[in-house]
């Protein structure tokens, strides 16, 4: 009894110490080394922060990208008197138009600050009131010669320009020089000149 040396793991008895530790040596070798190494904390934590920081960029990632999908799909659909780009930050789209309205010759007022209003900026508004037309935004999109007219809140369409239908007169539009019948569904591009021209019946 006092000879007996038990293995703690096993429980095999031994007689001698020399003995249970060739045994434990051998027979539990892997136990013994996992033992003997403490638990690597900083292995850990350096571990545990690799992965925070690996799933904080995955999820800033798709949620960069869904929220990209918001914007454009919004950019992308919104109509033109209800869509407010705030700013000209974040062009992605950017063109200029010359728009002329003729009505019996004389050349009507185009205000500036269409569409510009405090702390909201329609994607088709104008700076000045020399006719120039500006298609701004933070997606590439057409926009009609009509949404330019609903921004500004008037009347145009093939039979009507402002107040004056084609019951008492005639309407014309070109662009570029060349007549055009698209009228409200005109799709705005870059260096369009565009003339609309009313005359009355006599
Ligand atoms: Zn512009
Ligand atoms: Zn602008």
């Not at 003997?36 to 904080?56: A, D, Q, Y």
């Not at 062009?91 to 200029?96: D, E, M």
């Not at 500006?134 to 999109?141: N, S």
């Amino acid at each position: 009894m006092e000879n007996e040396f038990k293995c703690e793991i096993c429980g095999t008895i031994f007689q001698s110490h020399e003995s249970l530790n060739q045994h434990t040596s051998a027979k539990h070798k892997e136990l013994i080394k996992s033992e003997r190494k403490p638990l690597n904390t900083k292995k850990i934590r350096n571990w545990i922060i690799f992965i925070l920081v690996f799933v904080g960029f995955i999820w800033l990632v798709v949620y960069g990208i869904s929220g990209t999908i918001k914007e454009d799909e919004f950019c992308a659909s919104q109509s033109a008197a209800e869509m407010n780009i705030g700013s000209h930050t974040n062009l992605k789209n950017h063109i200029h138009q010359e728009l002329e309205i003729l009505i019996d010759g004389e050349r009507q007022l185009i205000p500036s600050e269409i569409g510009i209003s405090p702390g909201i900026m329609r994607p088709i508004h104008t700076h000045d009131s020399s006719g120039e037309v500006h298609v701004e935004g933070p997606c590439k999109r057409d926009f009609t010669l009509g949404d330019f007219f609903d921004v500004w809140v008037k009347e145009f369409d093939s039979t009507k320009i402002f107040d004056k239908t084609t019951q008492n007169g005639s309407l014309k539009m070109s662009v570029n020089g060349q007549e055009s019948t698209e009228f409200r569904n005109l799709i705005l591009k870059d260096h369009d000149r565009i003339k609309i021209e009313y005359i009355s019946n006599k």
